[in-house]
């Protein structure tokens, strides 16, 4: 028994990354109907970010993960500014490309300034490298500072999103886009901090989970493409929905390995959601449209 | 009626265009003109006479390959300078600059300087491939040196051989490279995975105190072919009487842990894995996190003082089979090594078995050269290297001897351990 | 046709001649470029897939992101046929078919989630399909050998071995000139036209009666193939292939390349390839910042061409060309113009001219029956138990306040209401039930309230539409302009003009409909039902938002075609001006009810109607 609580708590954590990603992802799906292909590589450039800061620049932890954060959600802001306001009309594609553009930009960049080696983000107290036991179950500290962290950024997000003036300008938006223009809320300002709100659940995601893959260039990339394909499962356009599927998706694939025969290990948490797919387009997690209008 | 005859014109020319086009489809791609035509036809007039120069002592013509001239012998590497591998490449880049370097400085060989030309290939086959196109018809290289990766050097090795190019010195694992019938220009001082499990395995069943304890041996491998041949490897080898099963995972793996804890379960006390030195520094934290205790054997990629960066303790005490000897150790070649590299601007943290391995090969790559002399082309090189006898890297290495059937130049099985911080020899092999 | 200047369909157009004449001088060129092979194969290679995806995704708007799995097929189909030692030992010649003929059904299979999602989500269903072929393609060690790859075999043609280097090249370069050539006709012919009316309006679509779920899967069908082809080119290219480079990245890489190039034209597909495989040969020396440069180059690029970089030029030559028509040179190309097409006769109607006199029947049609009609959704009965039945050929209104349920009645005629309840019969046919195409294909055409026009589409296209179902050629002879495929695109072209020309629109043909003014694009919604020969025509608040003297004389025009062919019209309105002066019998529905029924003066004097409706 204890043994399986292992596993599944292993699946929570790959879970908890893949969440994360997921909910950066849908909160801009949700809302401008765009898919942020830049999301990963935003992620890692976080986290090395926060890492310089650090070593380099010498700045106490907490701080340089704050300094990484608000320096990030400007360069948002004006990335935002920039490269994508002047699209808002155009069809998603042209949008999709920049970000295609960005994250190859982004991609290069990094490695142009944090260098090729692996380096890990010393946490205080070097506390991702003590564990505990409860009941014969092990954990990492680390781990559960993730865990709670996310749960706090959660909460954040979805008081933001439902609590506020900003948060009910966004799911205006996602519902529809004409009419809450009509309704005289400004798509800008709706667009700017829905960008940089992304931008940061993803940045914190990349430094969470710094410790855990190591700063690698491209480290953020697979978990992106995992996140991309919890965002799915649980249908794009639910945030909680996005969170499900990560966790859903982290469970099994570490299922997957205990229990699936090896051929089919890899490829059983895709199968499974793209069988989901067929059954229930719209993700586990979402409601569908009452009726077209013709 | 003027319409009808200036449509009439255009699919002539069509016709006149692919008649034309069907008629070159015999001609080889390297006779159609061009300014590099020069140095390929060198290299297949090179290749015509090979056979009469075995069989000769001395041709009183002497055939330069492609690449060499009087003044200077040309040399291409195509590494993955970004992407996920970015710091092997990196490393093994300082190593080949600071081989250029000695030799250069050291006023050449045979009055002649080496240049190297470096592209990024990102660990793309389609881009080692165009970097290939453009080291053999742009640049014009006598060899392409130190690639990085078996599918890269797998998909560039034709183009090589057709050029009458040397592929020398690559880290890649690859059985199907190791086959000089195949590849007669193929060099290398890295075994096949294959080789390095059994290497282990018959250390580790024949040599190592294991202790009184009946060990459990697993390995944690890629789920692909050459995963499968290290996790074979074990088995086949003396350590195969302990074996407890494999574990894999997949290429997105983003953690290890279910694979660790199937580990757990099954009581093993060593795991052998085939990966790089960030993912065995992954491992090593995430056995700690799970509670695995069992030893952990790395091979060549994971030698890294950067392991020891990352993890810090956790790494004490974790293992390795190489080729190559540990960094701490006192020997002349290492000494040099550290010299060098600094004088090319690397750091502590770059060296590491990539830059060792390149700069080993960088040795023997000079000894051949100068054993060459003046009438250098493929084929000669070749002779020399086939030639050498126990050739000393100072230590970083053991001696050296090219086997002529696969081209591998070591079969070493040097067993490392991190003790006190630091990479060190415990066994010769 | 002439004084509208309609090309008459040919079998070679300008663009053949343009391609021709790049293919020659690429074809001569190539020795001059030969240390750039392996680029230039990889050039084509990604204009090939660019190509296909035209097709997909420029003309039927399938934006996927899977197509990395027909390139991985076709490249190991291609390993495992060619090579001498494990292998079938053949060459090219069994290669390409079989590769074609594989990745076809596989794409077929693919586009299957594009039945049930549309436009993000299939992208989405897409890239869980790339994820999963590459660990299929990973595990299915026998096919791919693993993560070791497979090399590739021998380049042979019919025995023939063909040279690496320029030869393979410009074997390639002949290949991708067939295809393009093959999906040319393709685009230019009922599919292409199908598949763009399905991108722009699957709602309309589906009323001119085009198999919206059959032409989806048969894009990545026709898509996939090509892809498999070039799978083939790619893996004698490269001469290795691991499953490792047909990844999701791949995918991503090879939509992007054609929404670079500009993904309406096939011409965009070699400039985007060009581009994504040129850029980085040309920037060895500062390969470095290759990111920086590259995604700088696409950001800017994006910023300042949306539709990509055919885009910008044709935007350039549409300034340099409106410079250019005032000077004397410009008069030699159009020599080069395929012909025009004869005038017709101006003095009589179009209704009289050859083509449109080919439909004229006085035999009446459209005799519709309604038996019980209800539409319930959500507690609100729209319909609720309308039964009536239509004498062929008559004109009917109806006519009732807003949410009477009049729009909701015409959709569940055509099947576009999804939960109604009823039975449908036109001219003795059963239509309830079965899908909107379906009815359509049996006589049924309609136009909308909301238009449902297809955006970027020409006037004259929208006409095509509706006769393509006429058309009498299969997908195979499209596919290689056969001349009865030519044939019959020229009568289709002439019956079109005309049409045109009887709703006074004719001078109008090659604007996109997104650019003309309100009262056009209705015009251009009834020409595109009339277009459709239908045996009743159902027109939905035609004259809305028109001033009444317009309305009127577009309905005299309507009405005056459908005698023509003998067809029924009913024609909802709240013109009641307009209904009176042109239908013999009105309906009049109220709260899902009819409520009266007779000739337009009797249903005006109705008090009922009078109260509900009408007002004093």
């Known amino acids: 028994m204890t043994q399986f609580i292992q596993l599944l708590w292993s699946g929570i954590l790959n879970g908890l990354l893949y969440a994360m990603i997921g909910l950066s992802l849908v909160l801009i799906f949700k809302t401008a109907r765009i898919l942020n292909f830049a999301a990963g590589t935003m992620a890692g450039f976080t986290g090395w970010f926060a890492w310089w800061w650090a070593t380099k620049g010498g700045v106490p932890f907490l701080l340089a993960i704050l300094v990484a954060i608000v320096m990030v959600a400007v360069a948002t802001l004006l990335i935002e500014r920039l490269t994508i306001r002047p699209l808002i009309n155009e069809n998603f594609l042209s949008i999709v490309t920049i970000t295609l553009g960005l994250e190859i930009l982004i991609a290069n960049l990094s490695i142009r300034f944090f260098g090729g080696r692996a380096e890990s983000l010393r946490i205080p107290g070097d506390i991702q490298f003590k564990n505990f036991e409860i009941g014969g179950v092990r954990f990492n500290w680390w781990h559960i500072v993730i865990l709670i962290s996310t749960f706090i950024i959660l909460a954040i997000v979805g008081y933001i999103v439902n609590r506020t003036e900003l948060g009910l300008a966004m799911r205006a938006f996602a519902e529809d886009k004409d009419a809450a223009r009509l309704m005289g809320i400004k798509e800008s300002t709706v667009s700017q901090w829905t960008w940089t709100l992304s931008v940061t659940v993803g940045g914190l995601a990349g430094i969470l989970f710094a410790p855990v893959l190591f700063l690698q260039q491209d480290y953020m990339n697979i978990p992106f493409i995992k996140g991309f394909v919890a965002a799915i499962l649980g249908g794009f356009t639910s945030l909680s929905g996005g969170v499900l599927g990560g966790l859903l998706l982290g469970e099994l694939e570490a299922l997957a390995v205990k229990y699936a025969p090896r051929q089919a290990a890899a490829a059983l948490p895709v199968l499974i959601v793209f069988f989901i797919l067929l059954v229930r387009p719209r993700g586990l997690f979402t409601r569908a449209k009452a009726h077209e209008r013709v | ?263 757990k379960d099954a009581g093993v006390t060593d795991v052998y894995t085939v990966v790089g030195d960030t993912q065995f520094a992954q491992i090593i934290q995430e056995m700690d996190q799970v509670g695995l205790e069992a030893r952990v054997w790395g091979t060549n990629a994971v030698v890294t003082s950067n392991l020891i960066d990352l993890v810090g303790e956790l790494a004490e005490g974790a293992l390795a089979v190489t080729v190559m000897t540990g960094l701490s150790a006192d020997v002349p070649g290492l000494v040099q090594f550290r010299e060098e590299m600094a004088a090319v601007g690397a750091s502590e943290g770059d060296l590491s078995s990539a830059s060792m391995l390149a700069y080993a090969g960088g040795l023997v790559l000079e000894q051949g050269l100068r054993d060459v002399g003046d009438c250098l082309n493929a084929d000669a090189l070749t002779a020399a290297l086939l030639a050498l006898e126990d050739f000393s890297t100072g230590g970083i290495m053991a001696p050296i001897n090219f086997d002529p059937d696969t081209g591998l130049g070591n079969q070493g099985a040097i067993i490392q351990e991190v003790v006190n911080g630091a990479w060190t020899t415990v066994d010769e092999g | 046709m002439e004084r509208a200047g309609i090309p008459v369909p040919g079998y070679i157009k300008r663009n053949h001649l343009l391609g021709v004449f790049f293919f020659a001088l690429t074809f001569l060129l190539l020795p001059q470029f030969d240390q750039y092979t392996t680029a230039i194969g990889f050039i084509l290679v990604f204009a090939a897939v660019g190509g296909s995806l035209v097709i997909a995704f420029g003309a039927a708007g399938q934006f996927t992101l899977g197509h990395s799995i027909f390139l991985g097929v076709g490249a190991f189909l291609s390993a495992n046929i060619a090579n001498d030692s494990y292998g079938w030992g053949r060459g090219l010649e069994v290669e390409i078919p079989i590769a074609l003929a594989v990745c076809f059904i596989l794409g077929l299979i693919v586009g299957l989630p ?165 850029l980085p040969e040309l920037i060895r020396d500062v390969q470095e910042y290759e990111g920086v440069i590259y995604g700088g180059a696409l950001i800017f690029l994006t910023l300042f061409s949306p539709r990509g970089i055919i885009g910008l030029i044709e935007a350039s030559l549409r300034i340099i060309g409106t410079r250019l028509a005032k000077t004397p040179i410009v008069k030699v190309i159009p020599s080069l113009i395929p012909s025009q097409i004869e005038p017709a006769d101006r003095s009589a109607s179009p209704l009289h001219s050859p083509p449109l006199s080919g439909v004229a029947s006085s035999e009446k049609r459209g005799q519709l029956t309604v038996t019980d009609a209800k539409v319930i959704f959500g507690g609100v009965r729209a319909v609720d138990g309308v039964s009536f039945e239509v004498e062929a050929g008559k004109v009917t209104g109806v006519i009732g306040s807003n949410g009477a349920g009049k729009t909701t009645l015409f959709n569940a005629i055509t099947g576009h209401a999804n939960n ?123 004259a809305a938002g028109l001033p009444t003297a317009e309305a009127l004389e577009m309905m005299e025009h309507v009405i005056e075609y459908a005698a023509h062919i003998g067809c029924g019209v009913i024609v909802i309105e709240h013109n009641v001006e307009l209904v009176a002066d042109v239908c013999e019998r009105v309906i009049v529905m109220d709260a899902g009810k009819i409520l009266a029924d007779g000739t337009a003066k009797s249903v005006m004097q109705n008090e009922d109607v009078i109260a509900a409706y009408l007002g004093t």
């Open chain 2, 1 to 263: 009626m003027r319409k009808n005859a200036l449509k009439l014109l255009a699919l002539l020319a069509v016709f006149s265009f692919i008649a034309v086009g069907c008629g070159d489809d015999d001609d080889s791609g390297s006779a159609s003109s061009s300014e590099e035509s020069s140095s390929s036809e060198e290299a297949s007039s090179s290749e015509e006479s090979s056979s009469s120069e075995e069989a000769a002592a001395a041709e009183p013509a002497c055939e330069l390959g492609p690449g060499v001239s009087d003044t200077e012998i040309k040399l291409g590497s195509s590494l993955p300078l970004t992407g996920n591998l970015a710091a092997l490449g990196v490393q093994a880049e300082f190593a080949l600059n600071a081989t250029i370097k000695r030799i250069n400085d050291g006023g050449g060989i045979a009055g002649r300087t080496l240049s190297l030309t470096v592209q990024d290939d990102e660990f793309n086959p389609e881009k080692t491939v165009a970097n290939a196109q453009y080291f053999i018809d742009q640049v014009g290289v006598f060899g392409v040196w130190g690639s990085i990766g078996s599918a890269p050097t797998v998909a560039a090795i034709p183009l090589h051989d057709e050029a009458g190019v040397m592929t020398l010195f690559t880290w890649s694992q690859d059985t199907s490279l190791f086959d000089r019938a195949a590849h007669p220009y193929f060099f290398s001082l890295n075994p096949s995975g294959y080789k390095q499990a059994v290497a282990f395995s018959n250390y580790f069943g024949n040599k190592y105190d294991y202790g009184s304890e009946t060990p459990v041996v697993a390995g944690l491998v890629l789920s692909s072919p050459d995963g499968e041949e290290a996790a074979q490897g074990v088995r086949d080898g003396a350590a195969g009487a302990f074996e407890g099963g494999t574990q894999t995972w997949e290429r997105d793996a983003a953690t290890y842990q279910p694979q660790l804890l199937a580990m």
């Open chain 3, 114 to 278: 594009s039945l049930r999602v549309n436009e993000l989500y299939l992208a989405l269903a897409t890239f869980a399909i790339a994820y999963v072929g590459q660990q299929v393609l990973y595990e299915w060690k026998q096919f791919t050998a693993g993560g070791s790859g497979k090399s590739a075999g021998d380049l042979t043609l019919f025995g023939w071995e063909i040279g690496r280097g320029t030869p393979y090249i410009r074997l390639s370069l002949i290949i991708l000139l067939v295809t393009f050539w093959i999906c040319g006709n393709i685009l230019d012919g009922k599919t292409g036209r199908s598949m763009n009316a399905l991108r722009t309006s699957e709602t309309a679509a589906r009323s001119v009666g085009i198999n919206v779920a059959w032409l989806k899967i048969l894009a990545f069908g026709i898509s996939g193939a090509i892809t498999g082809l070039a799978g083939v080119l790619y893996i004698h290219n490269l001469r290795y292939a691991g499953p490792e480079n047909f990844n999701v990245h791949l995918s991503i890489l090879l939509i992007l390349t054609l929404i670079i190039g500009g993904r309406h034209r096939l011409a965009g597909a070699v400039a985007g390839a060009v581009f994504v495989k040129f």
């Open chain 3, 420 to 542: 109604a309840e009823g039975a449908f019969t036109l001219d003795g046919v059963e239509l309830s039930n079965k899908p909107i195409f379906t009815r359509s294909l049996a006589g049924l055409g309609r136009t909308f309230q909301n238009l449902n026009l297809h955006g970027d589409i020409r006037v004259l296209d929208h006409a095509l539409i509706g006769l393509d179902r006429e058309m009498e050629y299969g997908r195979v002879s499209e596919a290689f302009r056969l001349p009865h495929v030519v044939r019959n695109e020229r009568q289709a072209y002439e019956r079109s003009a005309e049409l045109l020309d009887h709703m006074q629109l004719l001078e109008f043909w090659n604007e996109k409909v997104d650019d003309l003014p309100y009262g056009l694009q209705k015009r251009v919604d009834v020409a595109r039902g009339l277009a459709t020969n239908p045996s009743v025509l159902l027109l939905d608040e035609p």
